[in-house]
């Protein structure tokens, strides 16, 4: 009977602050069942490392320069349908809402969520992955 080996879920934190890149990654890579694959810095550095790193999920920060993280979600999801994106941001008003119904995302987390409860969402999102 074949079965399929239990590999790691691949993630990648984008996210404009450095101090919430390292937060998070030192979190993650804590994690047995989580690889971190790679970090951005905006939208554009995602995008490219999307197509060199293949992860399962992506967690983006919405605004951030160069390109922003609605923008680069929706650049993603054409090309890589399957990766999961769980948008996370501090913002807090009417307009967030709207855009997050609009934008290709899998899933919201406010900055503000407890850490184990953001890995959590990472991982149900890297079982929705086939």
Do not use: W
Request: hydrophobic share 45%; aromatic share 2%.
């Amino acid at each position: 009977m074949l079965t399929r080996e239990k590999t790691a879920i691949r993630v990648l934190i984008v996210d404009d602050h450095e101090l919430t890149r390292l937060s998070l990654s030192l979190a993650l890579r804590s994690q047995t069942d989580i690889e971190l694959v790679g970090l951005a810095s905006n939208g554009q550095e995602a995008i490219d490392l999307v197509h060199q790193q293949q992860p399962d999920v992506i967690i983006l920060d919405l605004q951030m320069p160069v390109l922003d993280g609605l923008s680069a979600s929706t650049q993603i999801k054409s090309t890589n349908p399957k990766i999961q994106i769980l948008a996370y941001s501090s913002l807090d008003d009417p307009q967030t809402e709207v855009m997050i119904q609009t934008a290709k995302i899998d899933a919201f987390c406010k900055k503000d969520t407890a850490t184990l409860d953001l890995i959590a969402m990472v991982r149900h999102l890297g079982q929705q992955v086939v």
